[in-house]
C-alpha cells in the first residue's frame, strides 16, 4: 500500500521556522523525484519545491526562494522542506508529492501550516 505521510505542520508565529517530513512506504522511493505543494483557502494549489531522485538538484516557487530548503534521505525514505522566515501568506496545508517522468503519481493527506501572530 502506498502511502505518504506528512508531519511538522502547526502554528507559528511570523519570522518563525517550521521543518515539515514526509515519510513514503510502498514503492521505490529513490525512483521518484519528490515535490512539495501548497494549497491556501480559496486558491489553488501551486508547487512550492522540488527535488530530483538522487537530490542533486532542487527548484523552488519564486516566493519561497532564499528561504525554504528541500531535501530527501532515500535511506529513511522522507523528503523534508525546512521552512525559515515564515510570512502569513505561507499559511496553506502543505502537500507531499511522488512525481514520475513529470506527472504526480502520489499525494500526501496534507499538513497544515499556520503563521500568525
Known amino acids: 500500500q502506498v502511502q505518504l505521510v506528512e508531519s511538522g505542520g502547526g502554528l507559528v508565529q511570523p519570522g518563525g521556522s517550521l521543518r515539515l517530513s514526509c515519510t513514503a512506504s510502498?514503492?521505490?522511493?529513490?525512483?521518484?523525484?519528490m515535490s512539495w505543494y501548497r494549497q491556501a483557502p480559496g486558491k489553488e494549489r501551486e508547487l512550492v519545491a522540488s527535488?530530483?531522485?538522487?537530490?542533486?538538484?532542487?527548484n523552488y516557487a519564486d516566493s519561497v526562494k532564499g528561504r525554504f530548503t528541500i531535501s530527501r534521505d532515500n535511506v529513511k525514505n522522507t523528503v523534508y522542506l525546512q521552512m525559515n522566515s515564515l510570512k502569513p501568506e505561507d499559511t496553506a496545508v502543505y502537500y507531499c508529492a511522488a512525481d514520475s517522468s513529470g506527472h504526480i503519481v502520489y499525494w500526501g493527506q496534507g499538513t497544515q501550516v499556520t503563521v500568525s501572530s
Open positions: 527535488i530530483t531522485r538522487a537530490g542533486r538538484s532542487t
Open positions: 510502498g514503492f521505490s522511493f529513490g525512483s521518484y523525484a
